[in-house]
């Protein structure tokens, strides 16, 4: 299994408790980690990256204990790398390879292939050429999980990968994670608060709201009764064409 949670818990200094007795696996699949705002999805993922101390329960990550700095893991945070001038998006995967400087000059000939081949991968080959700031939102997504990519990663967390994305980009950045995850054959884990676009293309789903957690199968998560016991509000869910549309009621 890519993960393995047992009765997780984590409870901040100010009494806010972001997860409450969490258990779950992970396997080789797309996993959507989904609820509003201060649920914590990013508590979640930043435990899973070793980054916060962890209080009750235990956490394998491909089989070993949660570990800071973890190379099997691909990693996107909510703020992407900075759209510095000048700085352009093939510089930012070099940095990842050799933190010391930008550039390529210092590279080897695998490590330029290794570049090559995750910009290859994800349609960004001549984007990466162009300065950042010079960047749409849904194409520098395209670098920054190229970057992620770097090193052959198992798992891959990427933390609302569509925020501030138009609907056409959201959709196109679902379409490139689902193919990516099939072409490598790795675990995908998705957070979002906006669910409508990340729902088709999940295989299974974890709901957190006001402490609690609902998992399982897209289909048999996203129901408007299972929703409305979670949230503590009336939820409607419309399925058409293969996609969900969930809002308050």
Same mark, same amino acid.
């Given at each position: ?16 408790? $972001? ?16 609820? &509003? ?8 993922? @930043? ?19 949660? !570990?800071?700095?973890?190379? !099997? ?11 510095? &001038? ?13 933190? =010391? ?10 490590? @330029?292939?290794?570049? +090559? $081949?995750? %910009? ?8 990466? =050429?162009? &300065?950042? $700031? #010079?960047? #749409?939102?849904?194409? !520098? =997504? !395209? ?12 798992? %891959? ?7 501030? /994305? ?5 959709? +196109?950045?679902?379409?490139?994670? @689902? @193919?990516? =995850?099939?072409? /490598?054959?790795?675990?995908? /884990?998705?957070?979002?608060?906006? *669910? ?12 957190? $709201? ?7 199968? *897209? ?8 929703? #409305? ?8 869910? *419309? ?6 549309? *969930?809002?308050?009621?």
């Amino acid at each position: 299994m890519a993960l393995t949670i047992t009765g997780l818990s984590k409870t901040y200094p100010n009494g806010v408790r $972001a997860l409450k007795n969490l258990s779950l696996t992970i396997g080789n699949e797309m996993f959507g980690l989904l609820g &509003p705002n201060g649920a914590g999805k990013t508590t979640l993922i @930043r435990t899973l990256l070793g980054l916060i101390p962890k209080l009750g329960g235990t956490v394998a990550v491909l089989g070993a204990p949660v !570990r800071r700095g973890d190379a !099997r893991i691909g990693y996107l945070p909510q703020t992407g790398a900075a759209a510095v &001038p000048r700085l352009r998006g093939v510089d930012v995967l070099a940095a990842s390879l050799n933190g =010391q400087r930008l550039g390529l000059a210092r590279h080897t000939a695998a490590d @330029r292939a290794a570049i +090559d $081949a995750v %910009l290859d991968m994800v349609g960004a080959a001549d984007l990466a =050429q162009r &300065p950042l $700031a #010079s960047l #749409s939102g849904g194409e !520098r =997504q !395209r670098v920054l999980i190229a970057q992620a990519l770097l090193g052959k990663p198992r798992l %891959l967390l990427l933390d609302e990968p569509l925020a501030g /994305l138009d609907p056409r980009h959201q959709a +196109d950045i679902m379409l490139l994670l @689902r @193919r990516v =995850q099939r072409e /490598l054959g790795m675990t995908v /884990l998705c957070s979002a608060h906006d *669910v409508n676009v990340l729902l088709p293309a999940m295989d299974r789903v974890l709901f957190l $709201a006001g402490g609690g957690a609902v998992l399982g199968p *897209v289909a048999q998560v996203a129901t408007g009764p299972v929703l #409305s016991r979670l949230y503590g509000t009336p939820i409607d869910v *419309v399925q058409a064409g293969g996609h969900f549309f *969930v809002r308050a009621a």
